[in-house]
């Protein structure tokens, strides 16, 4: 490794991420046609952010021409405890491992950017863009491409080193950098995360259909969400950790160093009971900071009455009840379907 990649590298770790490694912007080509085969399949649902500015999204030299290098850097969030545990316990609400503190954007942000000052430093002609999750940038593929996993057969980055509870981050630049490499597929004949699936959102192995992922229906998709699938959804209300929770490899997962990811007692297991009735002000001051603020009190709530239709507890029909005249039309359709869910 040159010297400049490998004092960025110590600095990535000792500024608290978990993996480092490089690639060029165009590691991967044929993400572009990957891309479009799922958009023109559907797949993405009411994403439509994913359909336009495709050209970048499956190209980061287009993207930004300029850029010489990509620093693709692992963020470790893993639970210290089974996120599947909740599930058993019907009239509470699973919440994924990555949204029971604080929003990963913010935290992953200012570290990428603490790490990018430090290159600029030492080269004060760079130039950097940091990257994680909401820019057109497709960041499994170049994960890969930075030899920090494999996409898995759930399309999630895995580890044989920390598992597959990780963000990632990327540093875009014009340095040259010495690349790592690729990362090859280790999941062999298992099948566990796509047998797991809840709603069947796996067509094949390594490929998802966002618009049945409980992930998908629970954060992005507005509106009601079809009967089948709300069925499937059990007590997840935001977002599912299934696919990820049974995958072998995160048996070498560590807890999260980061406490701004550790679970918020109030939110582990909280009570439907005590969701439901969340008004506009009591759910943005509950979830100041966290991801969830993002969908707003209505797609919540409306989640909320899932769960509670799916709970099997007459004991929340009261709660869904006092929903069904709710001045949100998707939150009065699910609260009635809990009702009569419940009433058989
Ligand atoms: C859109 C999106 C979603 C959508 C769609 C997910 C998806 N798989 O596409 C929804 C809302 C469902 C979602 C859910 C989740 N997400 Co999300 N999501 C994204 C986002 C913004 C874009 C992903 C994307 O480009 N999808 C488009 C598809 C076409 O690309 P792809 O997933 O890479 O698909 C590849 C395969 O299909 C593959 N392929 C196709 N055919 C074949 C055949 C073979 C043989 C092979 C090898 C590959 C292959 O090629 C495609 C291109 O590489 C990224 C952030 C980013 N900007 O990259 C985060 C991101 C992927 N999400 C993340 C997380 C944590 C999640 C959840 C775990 C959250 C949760 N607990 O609910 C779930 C996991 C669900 C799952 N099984 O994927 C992390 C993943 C980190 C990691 N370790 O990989 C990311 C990277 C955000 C971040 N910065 O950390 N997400
Ligand atoms: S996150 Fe849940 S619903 Fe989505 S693919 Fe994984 S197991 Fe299926
Ligand atoms: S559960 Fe098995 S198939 Fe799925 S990603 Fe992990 S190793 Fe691969």
Redo the contacts with the bound molecule.
């Keep these: 490794m040159s010297d400049l990649t490998t004092r960025l590298r110590a600095q990535a770790l000792a500024e608290g991420f978990s993996d480092f490694g490089v690639c060029k912007p165009d590691a991967v080509p044929e993400t572009a046609a990957r891309l479009k085969t799922f958009v023109d399949a559907g797949r993405h649902g009411q994403m439509g952010w994913m359909a336009e500015r495709m050209g970048w999204r499956g190209s980061p030299s287009a993207l930004w021409p300029e850029a010489k290098s990509i620093v693709m850097l692992a963020e470790n969030y893993g639970p210290d405890h089974d996120p599947l545990d909740v599930l058993a316990h019907k009239d509470r609400a699973a919440i994924s491992v990555y949204a029971q503190n604080r929003d990963y954007h913010d935290v992953v942000k200012k570290r990428l950017k603490r790490v990018g000052r430090w290159l600029i430093e030492q080269d004060p002609k760079a130039e950097i863009k940091v990257f994680v999750d909401t820019a057109p940038v497709m960041e499994k593929p170049l994960a890969q491409a930075a030899g920090l996993g494999w996409q898995g057969k759930?399309t999630n980055l895995v580890s044989r080193e920390i598992g597959s509870w990780f963000f990632l981050g990327a540093i875009f630049t014009t340095v040259e950098l010495e690349t790592s490499d690729a990362e090859v597929d280790h999941c062999g004949s298992c099948r566990k995360?796509l047998d797991?699936?809840?709603?069947g959102?796996?067509p094949a192995p390594y490929q998802?259909d966002a618009r049945?992922?409980?992930?998908?229906l629970t954060i992005e998709h507005h509106g009601p969400v079809d009967e089948e699938l709300r069925v499937g959804m059990g007590n997840?209300i935001y977002?599912?950790?299934?696919?990820?929770a049974v995958c072998p490899w995160n048996k070498f997962a560590e807890r999260a160093a980061e406490v701004k990811y550790h679970g918020r007692p109030e939110l582990m297991g909280a009570k439907l009971a005590d969701l439901a009735v969340l008004d506009d002000a009591g759910f943005r001051t509950l979830f100041s900071g966290s991801p969830i603020k993002r969908i707003g009190r209505n797609r919540f709530v409306r989640n909320v009455c899932y769960a509670i239709g799916n709970s099997e507890d007459q004991g929340l029909v009261a709660v869904a009840q006092a929903l069904v005249e709710d001045e949100d039309a998707t939150v009065a359709d699910a609260a009635r379907w809990a009702v009569e869910r419940l009433n058989g």
Excluded: Q
């Design positions: 759930h995360c797991v699936c809840p709603t959102a796996f998802l049945r992922c409980i992930s998908y997840r977002g599912c950790d299934d696919c990820l």
